[in-house]
């Protein structure tokens, strides 16, 4: 059981480049996340998709977008890399939104360097 | 805005002590506490999911409370061993799925 998994591992970009993270789940969750990690800071969520079909800002959405492409897999664009987007994209997935009792599942992790 | 705070930032203490991890938190209507590990480089995992209607849960060498009416949870770990090294998020849901406030974590080691 792979639970939730990222692609890629690592990631420098340059600023202005373009990139897609990839996540995705085998729990067969109904709801999907994702965050950011910076050093100091408790994670802050991006964006969110609360069931398959629909998808949500978070607290920190600006410049970034989502795709919720079927019940499995949630992706995480950057249209236009910035220094200040460097951080660790976590994107994790449970049963059902948040304020119920079920857990979240996390994935391992992007790192990304936006030079 | 649910603001989770977490003390100590960091610990180090010896093998075999007990200690406790401190969070709290400024609105008490959470619909949940999650306690999460994370080791370095890594993802995190959940340790213990504290419903709202809950006192505690345990899981192992680990004991986590909740005291909602003050704002409060704690972790308790027995028996600290080395492998218990890594970061401890406490996380609150406060309903939807943007409900998630997440505590800066406190940074525990645990000396040989």
Known sequence: NAGVT??????????????TLQCAQDMNHNSMYWYRQDPGMGLRLIYYSASEGTTDKGEVP??????????????????????SQTSVYFCASSEAPSGSSYEQYFGPGTRLTVT | ?????????????????????????????????????QDPGKGLTSLLLIQSSQREQTSGRLNASLDKSSGRSTLYIA??????????????GGGGADGLTFGKGTHLIIQP
């Open chain 1, 62 to 83: 600006n410049g970034y977008n989502v795709s919720r492409l079927n019940k499995r897999e949630f992706s995480l664009r950057l249209e236009s890399a910035a220094p």
């Open chain 1, 6 to 19: 990222q692609t890629p591992k690592f990631q420098v970009l340059k600023t202005g480049q373009s990139m």
């Open chain 2, 79 to 92: 028996a600290s061993q080395p492998g218990d090294s890594a970061t401890y998020l406490c996380v609150t």
């Open chain 2, 1 to 37: 805005k649910q603001e989770v705070t977490q003390i100590p930032a960091a610990l180090s203490v010896p093998e075999g002590e007990n200690l406790v991890l401190n969070c709290s938190f400024t609105d008490s209507a959470i619909y949940n506490l999650q306690w999460f590990r």
